[in-house]
């Protein structure tokens, strides 16, 4: 049910173009996945991604178990028949919560006991409770439950909590029931190198449809997250897609696709747009300057996004003033839609054997490594 093909290598880089198959249709890579926590991309619906061009969408393991429920998940036909979204599927696993909820859990050996930010309920998180979450949720891709660590954390915990996790890969290995689902190892390790390649050895020697690179976006350095990358993806195997989690700006799809990454997700487009800050091929678009106020023109003339063909900057400056709800709905439309045909016009130039010279077109409108200012 699962097959990755490479139909091109970049001459210049690591970057590679392929195709990821699955239950739910075939993916182009290297692609971005809007991210749907709660079983909805935030403003949008189905045929709204879809006519954006979006292949596969990801939602969370942990916020869904909350509620509404994985079970009544399970008893709506899934995600898949409850967001009637018809193309892949993949769930976190629950592990960033391990990071973004640290004040409100305790790590042990067995599990994570979070207390719930919904109603202060205990919650018990194990390796086997979020494989048989994901199960319910019936996503293609799955995601083996993991420790993302602090960047600040030391050497010896880091250490520690890296082997942890890849004893909590083997029980999900061995929790997992379906074989239409898929199920992906993460590599963790921090900050260190030492740890990373560890952490990417011996992931890579559990054979499975593929990897993914945890840890990275959450606070550390760029020039870090870049270190930590080349020396991940040098002890990865070449035939499997590699999914960098949670990240990121246009400078950081580069960065990850010119070291081997494959597949890439960020809550950035959709944030940014409730904040009024567009993405064009001419850098990013602060829709609230009082300089777009009478503006007719488009957000970008060089985007052919339904938001570019029918509003003005002026018209869209006024709903953000307003705070009315359409800007957010306007604004996270055109912002996919960015993101979506970047990674599409990326895989383009590596087919081309242009990949260099159309990054150094993509990102000179973004010279700060912070394109979200």
């Not at 994570?112 to 309920?121: E, K, L, N, Q, Y």
């Not at 074989?179 to 993460?186: H, K, M, T, V």
């Given at each position: 049910?699962?097959?990755?093909?490479?139909?091109?290598?970049?001459?210049?880089?690591?970057?590679?173009?392929?195709?990821?198959?699955?239950?739910?249709?075939?993916?182009?890579?290297?692609?971005?996945?809007?991210?749907?926590?709660?079983?909805?991309?935030?403003?949008?619906?189905?045929?709204?991604?879809?006519?954006?061009?979006?292949?596969?969408?990801?939602?969370?393991?942990?916020?869904?178990?909350?509620?509404?429920?994985?079970?009544?998940?399970?008893?709506?036909?899934?995600?898949?028949?409850?967001?009637?979204?018809?193309?892949?599927?993949?769930?976190?696993?629950?592990?960033?919560?391990?990071?973004?909820?640290?004040?409100?859990?305790?790590?042990?050996?067995?599990?994570?006991?979070?207390?719930?930010?919904?109603?202060?309920?205990?919650?018990?998180?194990?390796?086997?409770?979020?494989?048989?979450i994901q199960e319910n949720l019936g996503a293609d891709i799955i995601m083996a439950f993991d420790e993302c660590v602090n960047p600040a954390a030391k050497h010896e915990y880091v250490a520690k909590s890296t082997e942890m996790t890849l004893r909590w890969l083997n029980?999900?290995?061995?929790?997992?029931?379906?074989?239409?689902?898929?199920?992906?190892?993460?590599?963790?390790?921090?900050?260190?190198?030492?740890?990373?390649?560890?952490?990417?050895?011996?992931?890579?020697?559990?054979?499975?449809?593929?990897?993914?690179?945890?840890?990275?976006?959450?606070?550390?350095?760029?020039?870090?997250?870049?270190?930590?990358?080349?020396?991940?993806?040098?002890?990865?195997?070449?035939?499997?897609?590699r999914y960098l989690m949670g990240v990121g700006t246009p400078g950081d799809f580069f960065r990850g696709i010119e070291n081997g990454v494959?597949?890439?997700?960020?809550?950035?487009?959709?944030?940014?747009?409730?904040?009024?800050?567009?993405?064009?091929?001419?850098?990013?678009?602060?829709?609230?300057?009082?300089?777009?106020?009478?503006?007719?023109?488009?957000?970008?003339?060089?985007?052919?996004?339904?938001?570019?063909?029918?509003?003005?900057?002026?018209?869209?400056?006024?709903?953000?003033?307003?705070?009315?709800?359409?800007?957010?709905?306007?604004?996270?439309?055109?912002?996919?839609?960015?993101?979506?045909?970047?990674?599409?016009?990326?895989?383009?130039?590596?087919?081309?054997?242009?990949?260099?010279?159309?990054?150094?077109?993509?990102?000179?409108?973004?010279?700060?490594?912070?394109?979200?200012?």
């Open positions: 049910m699962f097959e990755f093909q490479i139909v091109k290598n970049s001459g210049e880089t690591a970057a590679r173009a392929g195709v990821l198959s699955t239950p739910h249709g075939d993916i182009q890579t290297p692609v971005f996945m809007p991210v749907g926590t709660k079983a909805t991309v935030k403003a949008m619906i189905a045929e709204e991604l879809e006519e954006i061009g979006a292949q596969i969408i990801l939602s969370n393991t942990f916020h869904l178990a909350l509620r509404p429920g994985d079970d009544i998940v399970r008893r709506l036909g899934g995600l898949h028949k409850m967001m009637n979204w018809k193309h892949p599927i993949l769930t976190d696993s629950g592990g960033f919560q391990v990071f973004s909820l640290a004040k409100l859990n305790k790590i042990t050996e067995e599990g994570v006991r979070f207390r719930s930010p919904i109603d202060g309920a205990e919650v018990f998180l194990t390796p086997e409770k979020s494989i048989a029980r999900c290995k061995t929790a997992k029931k379906h074989e239409f689902q898929a199920l992906f190892g993460i590599v963790q390790g921090g900050i260190f190198p030492d740890l990373r390649q560890w952490s990417a050895t011996q992931t890579a020697q559990i054979d499975l449809p593929g990897y993914a690179i945890g840890g990275l976006s959450v606070g550390e350095t760029k020039k870090d997250m870049e270190a930590c990358l080349k020396i991940t993806n040098e002890f990865l195997p070449l035939n499997k897609p494959d597949m890439f997700d960020c809550v950035l487009p959709s944030r940014n747009a409730r904040n009024a800050k567009l993405y064009t091929n001419e850098g990013v678009v602060n829709m609230r300057n009082a300089a777009h106020l009478t503006d007719t023109a488009p957000v970008s003339r060089s985007c052919d996004c339904y938001v570019c063909r029918n509003y003005s900057r002026g018209y869209l400056r006024h709903l953000y003033m307003c705070n009315e709800i359409l800007a957010s709905r306007l604004g996270t439309w055109h912002n996919l839609h960015y993101f979506v045909n970047l990674m599409k016009r990326i895989r383009q130039a590596i087919i081309e054997d242009r990949f260099l010279a159309f990054k150094r077109e993509a990102l000179a409108p973004y010279p700060s490594d912070d394109e979200t200012e």
